[in-house]
């Protein structure tokens, strides 16, 4: 991360990777779709400490499939 040379950049990836990059986390954004599996990946594998977030907004994707994205900060 100390290599990168922008204020921002995106982590995508799994449970794992979040995890490892979550101390660096100032916002989630959650984009849900209307889909139900019987088993998942979790957003976050193991966390040192409990992330702390509050609500920004709530943003259409694909309003008609009931797809949307939340976006949280990081406190």
Not at 2 to 18: L, M, P
Not at 19 to 26: G, Q
Not at 31 to 57: A, C, N, Q, Y
Request: aromatic residues 14%.
């Amino acid at each position: 991360m100390r290599r990168i040379d922008q204020k921002r950049c995106f982590v995508i990836g799994g449970g794992k990777t979040y995890s490892k990059f979550s101390s660096y986390l100032t916002h989630l954004y959650l984009t849900i779709h209307p889909l139900v599996f019987k088993r998942g990946i979790r957003l976050f594998t193991k966390l040192e400490k409990e992330i702390s977030i509050s609500f920004v907004r709530l943003v259409p994707v694909v309003a008609e499939e009931g797809i949307f994205q939340f976006q949280f900060k990081v406190e």
